[in-house]
T-cell receptor, first 117, second 109 residues
Framework: NAGVTQTPKFQVLKTGQSMTLQCAQDMNHNSMYWYRQDPGMGLRLIYYSASEGTTDKGEVPNGYNVSRLNKREFSLRLESAAPSQTSVYFC????????????????FGPGTRLTVL | RKEVEQDPGPFNVPEGATVAFNCTYSNSASQSFFWYRQDCRKEPKLLMSVYSSGNEDGRFTAQLNRASQYISLLIRDSKLSDSATYLCLYRGSQGNLIFGKGTKLSVKP
């Protein structure tokens, strides 16, 4: 099993450009998440999908959109990139959302390092 | 009080030392606690879940102190390979899982 995969690994954008970050998991998990990680800020939740067909905002959703394409795939789109969106983006999945216990365990992809000039 | 707080460190310890980190939290009703390890420029990886009775995995021991609202991670006989950032994760008062900002550990020869 590959676990959680993300593409691309690195990306450089100019201000105003758009792009989509792709994430897929092969663990048959119901829930998927997008985080960003900045120095000194820790991991902050952007959006999550508790189950196929649902998406909800996290702590820092502004400037992003998401699509839960199917159970396996959850994409993050930047419509008009800004330098403030320079960050490392991690996708994660878990067996369930808010079910408690070990089903909350989150498994992470390797991350996408995005620079916006 | 912040939802979750960790001492950012860095903790600089010699090989073989015992080191402990704490993570304080505000949601007294939370039932989900975890410790993650993150190496430089890598993704976080689950180190261990934290159970009410405490749990141990080799040199690592995790404990939950509900009265004082913190979880702890104890590492015995530190190895160079233990150098990393350790993140706590718990379920906050709004129901979402929240990561601490991490504690950096550096084990020196």
């Amino acid at each position: 099993n590959a676990g959680v995969t993300q593409t691309p690994k690195f990306q450089v954008l100019k201000t105003g450009q758009s792009m989509t970050l792709q994430c897929a998991q092969d663990m048959n998990h119901n829930s998927m998440y997008w985080y960003r990680q900045d120095p000194g800020m820790g991991l902050r939740l952007i959006y999550y999908s508790a189950s196929e067909g649902t998406t909800d905002k996290g702590e820092v959703p502004n400037g992003y959109n998401v699509s839960r394409l199917n159970k396996r795939e959850f994409s993050l789109r930047l419509e008009s990139a800004a330098p403030s969106q320079t960050s490392v983006y991690f996708c994660a999945s878990s067996e369930a959302h808010r079910a408690g216990g070990v089903t909350d365990t989150q498994y992470f992809g390797p991350g996408t390092r995005l620079t916006v000039l | 009080r912040k939802e979750v707080e960790q001492d950012p460190g860095p903790f600089n310890v010699p090989e073989g030392a015992t080191v402990a980190f704490n993570c304080t939290y505000s949601n007294s009703a939370s039932q989900s606690f975890f410790w993650y390890r993150q190496d430089c420029r890598k993704e976080p990886k689950l180190l261990m879940s934290v159970y009410s009775s405490g749990n141990e995995d080799g040199r690592f021991t995790a404990q939950l102190n509900r009265a004082s609202q913190y979880i702890s991670l104890l590492i015995r006989d530190s190895k160079l390979s233990d150098s990393a950032t350790y993140l706590c994760l718990y379920r906050g008062s709004q129901g979402n899982l929240i990561f601490g900002k991490g504690t950096k550990l550096s084990v020196k020869p």
